[in-house]
């Protein structure tokens, strides 16, 4: 048997779980940090996903087999730098590859150094430079702190003004910390957005089926950004066509130019994109599975995860089958009201019995003393179905979720609706 540890402790680690766990050699699987909800599925382990030295110690002292380190922090802290030096076989990239998301003047420097497209921009690190360039720069200006921002580190500006208090918001008064010492001031593009993860050896990279993030808090895509509210799968705006055209315009240059680089990416490589009137163009890469793209995508995938992960480590993807079944997948998330602003915690949550092709999957949750399961976070489930269709998936995850008992939960009525217009 395979003793694992899975690093993190949100929704997207639930469903890389619960997918794990499909393969009969798993034995053990520790979590560090999990949460309440994944501890039905795993051993959770307190050692925060950012404890580089305690995820180190514990896949020592209990001599894990594999390692699977999923959130951004650890991958550019180094965590699987760490892992490999112990000869622990990891899924996840090395910090020198990590910096693809780390970074994102090194993600842009990258894709003009090597042709691949992307929206126009210049950088600044320091305040008087970026504020002479935004008083004619095109608007809207796209504004992005260079460093990890919880994914809150882009601002649209739609007036000069506006870009200016962003920039003095990023700079001076760093209210994203360091991560705002420099500043991207990029052209704004336009059209459907579409999320690519893609498994990569550095040599071989196979994507997953494409997905759709809902990133709005409201129906409508109103309302403040959020982490993500829901997501399917796949994509429709993302044809055979364009997935052609990203292969060979996107993807793959991208991981021939980090192996050019010396900085071989192993592991999921994300592509945020947009379909401009133009092509696709990139507009973040991230290092690891997306949240909750993962709980769209990892549903529909009929081959072992765990082999496709090894394989990954090996460097062998190319031996390596990796099948997505037919059909769609639909997942609502269910996030604490207020979110993402100020929120409350510690409502009782109940779920419903399992269903076949229902995956409820806890992001945000702990376990009390006397066993009950309550709220403890933003974004508290995440509730997924596959069908043969996706009409028929959004409807399912919407039955499934109404089923949930949780006073304090809200979700979006509308996740998939964009995506089932195109296809009418
Ligand atoms: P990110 O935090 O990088 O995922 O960006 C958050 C969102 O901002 C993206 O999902 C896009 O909707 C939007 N965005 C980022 N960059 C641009 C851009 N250059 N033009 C238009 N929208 C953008
Ligand atoms: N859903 C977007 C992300 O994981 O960054």
Redesign the pocket.
């Known amino acids: 048997m395979l003793d694992l540890m899975v690093v993190g402790g949100g929704g997207r680690e639930h469903a890389l779980i619960r997918a794990l766990k499909k393969n009969p050699r798993v034995g053990t699987v520790y979590v560090l940090p999990g949460n309440g909800g994944i501890a039905a599925d795993g051993q959770c382990v307190p050692v925060a996903a950012t404890d580089i030295d305690g995820i180190v110690e514990f896949a020592r002292t209990h001599r894990v087999d594999f390692a699977v380190v999923a959130p951004d922090d650890p991958l550019v802290l180094g965590a699987v730098d760490r892992l490999e030096e112990l000869g622990i076989p990891c899924f996840g990239p090395r910090a020198n590859a990590a910096m693809i998301e780390g970074s994102k003047v090194f993600a842009k420097n990258l894709m003009k150094k090597y042709g691949i497209p992307t929206?126009a921009y210049a950088v600044f690190d320091a305040l008087e430079p970026a504020l002479e360039y935004l008083k004619t720069a095109p608007l809207p200006s796209?504004i992005?702190a260079d460093g990890l921002a919880l994914?809150k580190?882009?601002i649209?500006a739609q007036t000069r003004d506006e870009a200016e208090a962003a920039v003095r918001a990023m700079m001076e008064d760093k209210i994203f910390g360091q991560s705002g010492s420099r500043v991207v001031i990029?052209?704004?593009?336009t059209g459907p957005?579409v999320s690519v993860l893609a498994f990569t050896d550095g040599q071989t990279l196979v994507p997953m089926v494409s997905s759709m993030d809902h990133?709005r808090a409201g129906d409508g895509d109103t309302g403040p950004?959020t982490g993500g509210m829901g997501t399917i799968a796949p994509n429709p705006f993302y044809t055979d066509a364009m997935a052609k055209v990203c292969m060979d315009t996107i993807f793959l240059p991208t991981i021939r130019a980090m192996e050019a680089e010396g900085r071989p990416f192993r592991g999921c490589l994300y592509f945020?994109l947009?379909l401009t009137p133009q092509g696709p163009k990139v507009?973040?890469y991230n290092c690891r599975f997306g949240d909750p793209e993962t709980q769209v995508v990892l549903p529909l995938l009929e081959s072992d995860l765990l082999t496709v992960m090894q394989a990954v480590a090996a460097g062998t993807l190319d031996r390596t089958p990796v099948k997505f079944r037919a059909g769609a997948a639909c997942c609502v998330v269910i996030a604490s009201k207020g979110y993402p602003k100020k929120y409350e915690s510690g409502f009782e949550i109940v779920l419903p019995p399992p269903e076949p092709d229902r995956e409820i999957y806890v992001a945000g949750a702990k376990r009390t003393e006397d066993g009950r399961l309550v709220s403890a976070g933003g974004r508290v489930l995440g509730v997924t179905a596959v069908a043969d269709t996706l009409e028929q998936a959004v409807k399912a995850a919407y039955a499934y979720a109404d089923q949930v008992e949780f006073s304090n939960g809200f979700f979006r009525r509308d996740i998939g609706q964009r995506a089932l217009s195109v296809l009418k």
């Open positions: 929206a796209v992005k994914g580190g882009v649209i990029e052209e704004f593009l957005e990133k950004n945020g947009m507009i973040e």
